[in-house]
């Protein structure tokens, strides 16, 4: 089946401009609901954006605030990227899982006459198109820091190469322990890449000056780029680093493991009914099961009866439902906030999360997730003497969600045909949301502080600097994600809204310029060794971000955006 | 609530969606807004609920000028789409009870009201199973009921008759509606069924082209067109040739 019969919908379109054209009427009304495209920014285009602003900034902040380029500053970039990559697999996995289980297209199948064979090739082809910003950023990563450490560009073509062939056997074999689709090869397409890059491989050992400016950097690329590094070191100089391959094969298989149960779950259908998937609901927000989702005769189930429904009217008379909104205080994040926040400011939060808070289990999980991340930096710190405030800004990502947090009222909802953020439908205002998600954010950040202070700590002595050194990073790092929360807070509040398209042209303007100079003020942040001009610079990261929340309420109050957007925030992203 | 359009204009890029809308609408009655697709219907009851900015004009709720981060007015109002906002994860009643406490509309003796309405919408016994698991009507009457039990003074929804809901949710519906109404409270819905409109209306509201082409009562508007039309689908269809 072809999705597209390009010859009839150039002949459609043929035909129906000679009808607008022949008629004055239609002529005027086209004109009036024409709408241009171009003017909307898509947050993939941000995210390239921001990519392809920082990665070099990045490169270029390691150089300098070390003085001259060091090889040590490159590998210490190049554990993060490496890092970076594995959560990109990973994605890519998520993403092979949404076009087979939760993609749109497969209900419009489900209505067609079309075979469940075509349906798998129809999404196959969609997941392979799916844009990737994979082809930007490893080029552009490589490119700078090859250039900057001396490597040639010789070196860049063969390890592009390497690392794409790489990441795509880790992929599929990765959808292999997942899935187990019959559909897919994916063993067979693994072996495949994998013969290629091993014939790559030899082709560079074999010859010469090429290999030893690859081996360079090369070893960073694939996903797992940590554990080439491990190895190398292993071979070079000791084996106390191999156990780390123990970290992805785990994280391999129990997310194999989980992912097989969830599928299990989900695709209750035997056989290879794709396109009758009976779970299918569109995936809107994080967590929603979706606006649209079929009604199953589950609805029926679990219904009570006589002297249950007796019981039910009780507890409604004794207002249990009311109480469902009730905080839990017992945990001592909730706890905190309950005396802070005031009752209205309570109901805020309360509508921002969906019902009651579970901010302690977030930021324990938080604390897990660091912790390996900590594990890992920590070792690789041995020989990666800069590591410390890239360590501690990656490990405070990690610590604080995104450094902001999850928020549920910030999901979309389907209204009409198109998505409205959840808090949207309730009598919230701008004003209201703010200080209520920068108390929260703020009381996460300082609960941060110690653990990152101690990594931070350790880190540096890890990497022979001092115990002053790590502290200070730290705090340093405390301090940023604190002054950023007011541009956090009003990309959430656009973000999630049409902020981004209506007023595009002074977004455009504005934002520029502002990224610039906060560029600045971080790079000199960790830059400089004078507190002075630390605090300024942390100032002018507020000032950036009270002047983005400012105009971002003041174009709402105006009108200049709509809680309406063509697009759920939450399918978009990197990849 | 007495609301007051003035000169409410809407464009999306190039589109006006709603141009220089001039309404005034008295308290405890019912509208129903009608008009072609894309004419503009959906975005008035946006631009009313404060989801969508009005890019000129002005918007008045009892004299008082609407603002979209006036807590206090939008209080007194609420939207129901033809997809209502919610947790789907949530049971109808943990909505309801969500919705309450939103609108501080908690107060002792609502959940004798609430036990009512769950009744007569048919929703009792399912008031406790998650809104994922309910059919688009029950979710929709489970977002109807909170509205009903808050009893704003402005209810604004998007094609009520249209969302699923059955015969007798709908009957109940407008008997709440009719006893709303003699309360002071002011209905504007939007509903492509004109029998409907012309019916379960004191006023009618033609929108054509993001314009607001009539407003009167039903029998009003027929007798104005006396000679021309006799139905207010005739109506509907000279309007919209009018605006060719």
């Known amino acids: ?575 | 609530m007495k609301i007051e359009l003035q000169g409410l204009t809407k464009t999306f890029d190039s589109l006006r969606a709603l141009d220089r809308v001039r309404l005034e609408i008295e308290p405890g009655q019912i509208v129903a807004v009608v008009g072609a697709n894309g004419a503009g219907k959906s975005t008035l009851l946006r631009c009313l609920s404060g989801i969508v900015g009005a890019t000129e004009g002005l918007i008045f709720f009892d004299q008082e000028e609407f603002q979209r981060d006036r807590v206090d007015l939008r209080r007194r109002l609420m939207f129901l789409p033809d997809f209502p906002y919610m947790f789907t994860e949530k049971t109808a009643l943990e909505h309801i009870g969500l919705v309450l406490r939103a609108y501080e509309a908690d107060q002792p003796g609502v959940e004798e009201r609430v036990i009512s309405l769950l009744r007569e919408f048919d929703l009792l016994a399912i008031a406790t199973q998650p809104l994922n698991i309910l059919s688009r009507g029950q979710r929709y009457k489970s977002a109807l009921i909170a509205l009903l039990a808050i009893d704003p003074e402005l209810w604004l929804l998007d094609e009520p008759m249209a969302s699923g809901m059955d015969p007798h949710g709908i009957n109940s519906f407008k008997r709440e509606a009719l006893a709303a109404v003699r309360r002071g409270r002011t209905i504007i819905y939007t509903t492509q069924i004109l029998e409907l409109a012309e019916k379960f209306s004191d006023r009618v509201c033609v929108i054509h082209k993001g314009e607001a082409r009539a407003f009167d009562t039903a029998s009003q508007l027929k007798t104005d067109a006396s000679g021309k039309a006799g139905s207010l689908e005739a109506i509907f269809d000279q309007l919209r040739g009018e605006g060719g």
């Open chain 1, 1 to 575: 089946m072809k999705r597209r019969g390009r010859w009839l919908e150039k002949e459609l379109r043929r035909r129906v401009r000679r009808e607008i054209a022949a008629s004055p009427d239609l002529k005027r009304e086209y004109k009036r609901v024409r709408r241009s495209r171009s003017r909307a920014i898509s947050s993939r285009a941000m995210w390239m954006f921001w990519v392809l602003l920082v990665l070099p900034l990045m490169v270029w902040a390691i150089l300098v605030g070390r003085g001259a380029p060091s090889r040590n500053g490159l590998e210490g970039f190049h554990a993060c990227f490496a890092l970076w990559l594995t959560g990109w697999a990973f994605w890519r996995v998520q993403m092979f899982y949404q076009c087979y289980y939760w993609d749109g297209d497969l209900w419009i199948y489900g209505h067609l006459p079309v075979l469940d064979r075509e349906v798998f090739r129809l999404q196959w082809r969609k997941f392979l198109r799916q844009p990737s910003i994979m082809l930007v950023v490893v080029p552009v990563a490589l490119c700078v820091t090859t250039t900057l450490a001396g490597g040639g560009w010789r070196a860049l073509l063969p390890a592009l190469a390497f690392a794409a062939l790489i990441h795509a056997a880790c992929v599929c074999l990765t959808l292999f322990i997942a899935t187990r689709l019959p559909q897919v090869p994916h063993v067979k397409i693994a072996f495949g890449f994998c013969s290629v890059a091993a014939g790559l491989f030899i082709w560079l050992v074999k010859s010469g000056e090429v290999a030893a400016e690859y081996f360079r950097w090369a070893y960073w690329l694939p996903p797992f780029g940590w554990i080439n590094y491990a190895f190398l070191e292993g071979y070079l100089g000791g084996y106390h680093l191999a156990w780390l391959l123990l970290l992805p094969v785990a994280a391999m298989v129990v997310g194999g493991w989980r992912w097989r149960a969830t599928l299990e779950a989900t695709y209750a259908v035997p056989g290879e009914m794709f396109s009758i998937a009976p779970t299918w609901s569109p995936q809107v927000t994080g967590g929603d099961a979706g606006q649209l989702a079929m009604a199953t005769d589950d609805a029926r189930a679990g219904v009570p009866e006589g002297s249950q429904m007796t019981e039910l009217e009780n507890s409604i008379r004794r207002r249990d439902f009311l109480a469902s909104m009730d905080w839990k205080t017992e945990r001592w994040f909730e706890w905190v906030m309950a005396r802070w926040l005031g009752s209205r400011e309570k109901l805020v939060a309360s509508l921002l999360c969906g019902g009651p808070p579970t901010w302690t289990k977030e930021f324990v999980n938080a604390i897990y997730a660091s912790a390996v991340t900590m594990i890992i930096l920590w070792f690789l710190a041995g020989s990666v003497r800069s590591l410390t405030m890239w360590g501690c800004i990656f490990v405070a990502y990690v610590l604080l969600p995104a450094l902001g947090g999850y928020w549920r009222g910030f999901g979309t909802a389907l209204i009409g045909s198109q998505f409205s953020p959840m808090y949207a439908g309730f009598p919230v205002s701008h004003g209201e949301i703010f200080p209520v998600v920068f108390k929260v954010n703020l009381l996460r950040s300082l609960a941060a502080a110690p653990v990152l202070v101690l990594f931070g700590m350790a880190i540096a002595v890890r990497a022979g600097e001092t115990i002053q050194f790590g502290i200070i990073m730290a705090l340093k790092t405390v301090g940023l994600v604190i002054a950023l929360q007011p541009t956090i807070i009003a990309t959430r509040l656009s973000g999630c809204a049409s902020g981004y398209q209506r007023p595009a042209r002074l977004w455009q303007a504005g934002l520029v310029p502002l990224l610039l100079v906060g560029l600045g003020a971080g790079f000199t942040l960790y830059a400089s060794q004078s507190l002075t001009w630390a605090l300024v610079s942390l100032a002018i990261v507020a000032i950036i971000g009270v002047v983005v929340l400012i105009s971002c309420f003041k174009w709402y109050e105006r009108g200049w955006f709509d809680q309406l957007s063509n697009k759920p925030d939450e399918l978009s992203g990197p990849g």
